[in-house]
């Protein structure tokens, strides 16, 4: 019944609009009464979606079965349950991808329905990093950031596909695009040294401390190459980026938004 009816409303929804479709107008295109329509969708936006409660669902159950070693990792791959939904009817998301386009209450409904998926994933990341216990201090920020980061990937290579008609396949560039969030994000919490002063770790004035390893770091212009901020007095962090001993020395001001030092330290790697 339920299939039934979110068939009979997106028919309607085609032919004459969404919002020139009442609930009446779906019943009777069903032939079923409106108390049968109520009984599976709250309303008309609902009917649009139909299948995003299961696989909310499917995604918690997924969520709740996986071990702890690769929580980044266990969020991305929740992730393709999504896309896994929208690829198994391709001309169904495609067209429904359009008419959320053409109708704003669509859009604002969809991302509620994001939101839901976002606040699923970081809920299973704080429970592997708390509040703290990820080493950093920063455990619930770490899991609301990389929630958003996979979402915001998975989405992107989402809508590439739709936007193409749903043509080729979509795991493609979602994989593409969650690969990138692993790459940033996989690497455990505090693997990024610190400048320390002389003698408070034992090691001296300069080097870099952390179980990244320790190396000296060079001496810092006075000004960023990528943002052409100041860099006196600001905090320094090195991230490793290869097994040869490289690395990258971020220097931003406290408060930088973090899609603004991950663009940064994309500059960096690119012009290296």
Not at 80 to 96: D, G, H, K, T
Not at 178 to 199: H, K, M, N
Request: net charge negative; aromatic share 6%.
């Amino acid at each position: 019944m339920r299939e039934a009816l979110a068939q009979a409303a997106f028919q309607l929804f085609l032919e004459r609009g969404f919002e020139r479709t009442t609930v009446d107008d779906i019943v009777a295109r069903a032939g079923v009464g409106r108390r049968s329509f109520f009984r599976y969708f709250p309303s008309k936006e609902d009917a649009v979606f139909p299948d995003h409660e299961r696989c909310l669902a499917e995604m918690t159950e997924f969520l709740a079965a996986v071990d702890g070693g690769d929580p980044v990792g266990a969020v991305c791959d929740a992730a393709r349950i999504v896309l896994r939904m929208y690829a198994a009817n391709p001309e169904f998301s495609v067209q429904r991808y359009r008419l959320t386009r053409e109708v704003p209450g669509l859009r604002t409904y969809e991302l509620s329905v994001v939101r839901r998926y976002e606040q699923t994933l970081a809920g299973h990341l704080r429970g592997r990093f708390g509040e703290g216990g990820d080493g950093a201090g920063d455990g619930e920020l770490r899991a609301e950031v990389i929630a958003a980061s996979v979402v915001a990937a998975h989405n992107n290579g989402l809508r590439l596909w739709l936007r193409s008609g749903g043509e080729g396949d979509p795991e493609v560039a979602v994989d593409h695009a969650l690969a990138l969030v692993r790459e940033v994000w996989g690497r455990p919490a505090g693997v990024a040294g610190a400048l320390a002063p002389e003698g408070e770790d034992g090691l001296p004035d300069g080097s870099v401390s952390g179980p990244a390893a320790t190396l000296p770091v060079p001496a810092l212009p006075a000004a960023s190459p990528v943002s052409g901020l100041p860099l006196s007095g600001l905090p320094v962090s090195a991230l490793p980026v290869s097994g040869d001993g490289e690395v990258i020395v971020m220097v931003a001001r406290k408060g930088t938004p973090m899609w603004r030092v991950v663009q940064q330290i994309e500059a960096a790697v690119g012009e290296s």
